[in-house]
């Protein structure tokens, strides 16, 4: 479920925000999982606020887990080579 971040409730000026969202990576190898090896696999607008170390499911203990904010959501890959 994603929403666009506003700070006032029930804005409608709320499309120009950037939604943060908390994407999960599989196949990085925990000793080169850095922000700065994370913000090369979103867009150049994308922002990588931090990596999320908590971990809640077994699924996610296999991932780079990390918060981004993004304007377009369909810019995130879902999917690579």
């Keep these: 479920h994603f929403l666009p971040w506003t700070r006032q409730y029930a804005a409608t000026s ?3 925000l950037h939604y943060r969202v908390r994407v999960c990576i599989e196949g990085i190898p925990a000793h080169v999982a850095s922000v700065e090896v994370a913000s090369r696999l979103f867009p150049a607008s994308a922002y990588v606020e931090l990596i ?3 971990r809640e499911t077994e699924d996610e203990k ?3 887990c990390v918060w981004v904010w993004i ?3 369909d810019s995130i890959a879902i999917g690579g080579c």
Aim: glycine letters at 0%; a negative charge.
């Design 14 to 16: 709320a499309s120009k």
């Design 52 to 54: 999320d170390t908590e």
């Design 62 to 64: 296999a991932c780079l």
């Design 71 to 73: 304007a377009d959501l």
